[in-house]
């Protein structure tokens, strides 16, 4: 497909399971984000890859959140023991460079 | 405080009529200022982008950036029903890629 892919687009998961969301950039895109949107909120910086290098981790919220980009292009984004708390929207999105951001439709995961 | 307040609304507007949305900011190093716009259940898609002050047309949207006051706008005229969406501001910050946003603004176009 010509825009940025993710899977799964829902995702429910019981308090404490471990989820993984998967992320597929435009081809050619060097640069990879991650976000969280919580409800009624904008987007908070996760994460950032360019090519397989995560430059800046800085807004991953705890050492459960652990993201990869080993051949960068796919990208997956896990999340251990699940809280409450991580209920929200994942959103990746890509770019060129540091040009325009193009995103997915999200990974809206619940966690119950 | 958050670095960009922006009201959530909801904002309701008449078919046609011309909306102005706003953001305002407190980090004056803020040089690049984005409006997205979300649908609801998918990603922001980039409408505007404008540097330092100043304003920028495109079709029916104009962003407008007043440094000064830190308060940037985006007006939209003859309001369409496909226009309902949430509006995003976002401004580049300290570094070249990570951008901060705002909470969104809900518009709604009653035909």
């Known amino acids: 497909g010509a825009g940025v892919s993710q899977s799964p687009r829902y995702k429910v998961a019981k308090r404490g399971q471990d989820v993984a969301l998967r992320c597929d950039p435009i081809?050619?895109?060097?640069?990879l984000f991650w976000y969280q949107q919580a409800l009624g909120q904008g987007p908070e910086f996760l994460t950032y890859?360019?090519?397989?290098?995560?430059?800046?981790k800085s807004g991953l919220p705890s050492d459960r959140f652990f993201a990869e980009r080993p051949e960068g292009s796919v990208s997956t984004l896990k999340i251990q023991r699940t809280q409450q708390e991580d209920s929200a929207v994942y959103l990746c999105?890509?770019?060129?460079?540091?040009?325009?951001?193009?995103f997915g439709e999200g990974s809206r995961l619940t966690v119950l | 405080q958050k670095e960009v307040e922006q009201d959530p609304g909801p904002l309701s507007v008449p078919e046609g009529a011309i909306v102005s949305l706003n953001c305002t900011y407190s980090n004056s190093a803020f040089q690049y200022f984005m409006w997205y716009r979300q649908y609801s259940r998918k990603g922001p898609e980039l409408l505007m982008y404008t540097y330092s002050s100043g304003n920028k047309e495109d079709g029916r949207f104009t962003a407008q950036v007043d440094k000064s006051s830190k308060y940037i706008s985006l007006f939209i005229r003859d309001s369409q029903p496909s226009d309902s969406a949430t509006y995003l501001c976002?401004?580049?910050?300290?570094?070249?890629?990570?951008?901060?946003w705002g909470a969104g603004t809900k518009l709604i176009i009653k035909p």
């Open positions: 976002a401004m580049e910050g300290s570094s070249n890629y990570q951008l901060i």
């Open positions: 890859f360019q090519n397989e290098a995560q430059l800046d």
């Open positions: 081809s050619g895109h060097v640069s």
């Open positions: 999105a890509s770019s060129l460079n540091t040009g325009e951001l193009f």
